[in-house]
């Protein structure tokens, strides 16, 4: 008879400890709308992040194949005025060819600097990325233990 009185008062002991616990571990692993709106304000702010890195990448390899294209005219220029001076052309055409060879230097210093620019934009990007994960990482942690 005691025996049967004590296992019955620790199944109430119990059965009373769940059923007060019961509603707190559910809300624990719920996450409320403030911070599921949050959540997902963070989840457009890195693909936005990773958006601009895509583009800048784009940006470096168009400069890139613009830098290569401007050296090949640059080749096509030089040889048209070794030609020219090899077949005895005109002072105005001489000068037309230098003319496109000086441009031609320029557009090339101008194209250099732009994939630098852009690789300084890209690693900022790329910083900006990492702390918006931060960010995420931290809030949704923080969602969980509310």
Do not use: C, W
């Not at 895509?54 to 050296?71: C, M, P």
């Not at 096509?76 to 001489?94: C, F, H, P, V, W």
């Amino acid at each position: 008879m005691n025996y049967r009185k004590s296992v019955l008062a620790t199944g109430f002991l119990a059965a009373s400890l769940m059923v007060t616990a019961a509603p707190t571990s559910a809300v624990a692993g719920r996450i409320t709308k403030a911070e599921r709106a949050e959540l997902h304000h963070d989840r457009r702010e890195l693909r936005g992040d990773r958006r601009e890195i895509r583009q800048d990448r784009r940006e470096i390899h168009g400069d890139r194949k613009e830098l290569r294209a401007d050296r090949k005219e640059l080749i096509r220029d030089k040889r048209e005025l070794r030609r020219d001076l090899k077949n005895g052309a005109s002072k105005a055409e001489i000068a037309q060819d230098l003319k496109e060879i000086r441009q031609d230097r320029i557009e090339i210093a101008q194209d250099k600097a732009e994939p630098a620019k852009d690789i300084k934009e890209r690693r900022g990007d790329r910083r900006e990325l990492r702390g918006d994960r931060r960010e995420y990482r931290h809030d949704f942690k923080d969602a969980l233990k509310n």
